[in-house]
């Protein structure tokens, strides 16, 4: 039984490994929240994306429903680009979303003030660009950086997950 579920496990690793950096184009038909998305692809196929690199306030946070409008402001009903990165533990890709007209999704958001860089996942070479893009809307305290002491999303989920 150890061996099956090893198996199992190596091709699932193999699978999203090689998956990575492949592209999706497909409509945005839901915006969950500033960095979770769905959108229809090829075939159908509904595809939940999580942006890959940056983590927005939870719906319930301040500055959430503010990160969750600008994502749908920005994708809702269009057509994007996905540069798949990885795959979550729920299943959901992780990627960086591009308007077909160009411009990331998730570097706005750094760029407006309303995601934290998520430097623990964060590994590739752009993502030094986009500490710099946080670090700015720090700096002219836009969006979530007015506040004296934001908390950031995962210690958020964190306290709420004691209770």
Known sequence: MKMLYSLVLFFMLLTASAMAGS???GKVVRVADGDTITLLAQGNRQIKVRLYGI?????SQAYGQRARQFTASRVAGQTVRVTRMD??????VV???DNLDGGSLNQDLLANGLA????????AAFCREWKQDELRARQKRLGLW??????EPWQYRRQNRRK
């Open 23 to 25: 592209e999706i184009t």
């Open 55 to 59: 983590d927005c306030p939870e719906r």
């Open 87 to 92: 795959t979550d533990r729920y299943g959901r």
């Open 95 to 97: 990627g960086v979303v």
């Open 116 to 123: 934290w860089h998520y430097t623990h996942y964060c590994k």
């Open 146 to 151: 007015k506040d004296a002491h934001p908390m």
